[in-house]
C-alpha cells in the first residue's frame, strides 16, 4: 500500500468519523463512490481502521452510507467488518472482566485506563493501573488466570509496568503499578487515579475508568511524550470527551502543571481541535488559556507512515524540558532523575533498531 493511498484512506475515515453526520441526511447525501472507494480499498481501508482503533465507529457509518445509496457488496462487506471486530470486542470484555473481578476479591485496586476510552472500539491491548504492591499483581495474574510474564524491555522496568499473556486471550494485558509516563516519572498523579475514577457501562460490563481530566492527562502522555503521533482514535475520543463530559479546566491544568505537561496537555487538544475543524468547519471549543499555552497547532502535524506526526525538533523537545524541568523545581528528585534517562533510552532504541530491526528491548 503506497502512503499515498494510505492518505486516502485516513481522509474517508476522517471524513466518516468527524464530518457532521452519522445522521440519516448525511447517510442519504454520500454514496460510496463519492468517498472514492473502489473495491480493493476494503482490506486496506479496515486494515487501517483497525490500527487506529475505530472499525466499529468508521465502518458502522460506511455500512449505512452503502445501505442509503443501495451499495449492497459494500454494506454486506461493511457489516461483516464491524460483525468480526465485535465478536473480538465481546471476548476481550469478558476477560477484562474477569481480570477486574479477581483484583476486587483480594481487595486490590484497579482502574482500566486508555482501552475503553475508544467505545465502543476498543485497544488492541488492556491497559490497568493498580496501586497494589507488584508481588500481589504478579501473583494474581499467575494463580486466577495462569498468564505468562511478557519479556520486560528496559522502559517497561522504569515505568513499572509488566504484560501479561492470558490463555486464550488474543489481548496483551498490560498492567501499570504505582506510576505512569515513560519513565515511571510520575507517581502522585498516577497514585491519584483510582480515587477519582468512574464507572463505565461497556456491552453487558461495568468497569472502573479514570475521570475524565485524568483521560485527557494519561492520554498525553502516551501521544506527546512518549509516541509523538496521534491516531484517529486519538482526536475522535477528545472530540468526544470534551463534548458530551462535564470537564474542569482547573482540575485539569493543575494536575497537569504539577506533573508539568500542562504545555503538552494544551498542545493535544489544539492539535485535536485544529483536525476536527479541518473536517466539520468547527473545532473544539477551547478555553483561551489552553490556546494561549500550546507550542503547535495542527497544521505542524503531517501524515507520514501510517499515523498523524508531531515534529519531534524542537516542539516536543520542549515539551520534555519544560517537564523535567518542572519535576526538578518541585524537588520531585527520583522523578527527575528517572525522566534524565529518556534521551539515553530515544538512542538505545534508535541503534536498536537499525541493528536487529525492533526496538522492543528497549521500550
Known sequence: ??????????????????????????????????????????????????????????????????????????????????????????????????????????????????????????????????????????????????????????????ANKWNFVVPHLNELIEIHVGRLGQTGEHVAFAQAIPSRAIHLQAGAHNFSVACPEHRLIIATLQRMYRHFYLRLCDVVDTVQLLETQPISYQLLKSAADAAGIWEGVATLLCIVSDYAESYRGVGIALPDSVRSCARLSGDRVSFQKGFLRVPILPESVGLYASELATLMRNGQIRGSLRLSLLPCLATAAMLEQKLTGSDKGIW
Open 1 to 158: 500500500m503506497t502512503n499515498t493511498s494510505t492518505g486516502k484512506h485516513l481522509a474517508i475515515l476522517s471524513q466518516l468519523l468527524l464530518a457532521p453526520g452519522e445522521t440519516a441526511d448525511f447517510a442519504r447525501a454520500q454514496c460510496v463512490e463519492m468517498l472514492g472507494l473502489l473495491p480493493e480499498d476494503r482490506e486496506p481501508l479496515l486494515a487501517l481502521a483497525g490500527s487506529h482503533h475505530v472499525v466499529v465507529r468508521a465502518v458502522r457509518v460506511l455500512q449505512r452510507i452503502a445501505e442509503a445509496s443501495g451499495s449492497t457488496d459494500w454494506a454486506e462487506w461493511a457489516g461483516r467488518s464491524v460483525e468480526h471486530e465485535l465478536l473480538r470486542i465481546r471476548a476481550a470484555l469478558q476477560s477484562l472482566q474477569s481480570v477486574c473481578d479477581a483484583f476486587r476479591e483480594e481487595d486490590c485496586d484497579l482502574t482500566v485506563i486508555k482501552s475503553l476510552d475508544h467505545w465502543p472500539d476498543l485497544g488492541s491491548d488492556l491497559d490497568l493501573y493498580t496501586n497494589a504492591d507488584p508481588v500481589e499483581v504478579l501473583t494474581i495474574m499467575a494463580e486466577h488466570f495462569q498468564a505468562r510474564l511478557e519479556a520486560r524491555s528496559w522502559g517497561d522496568r522504569l
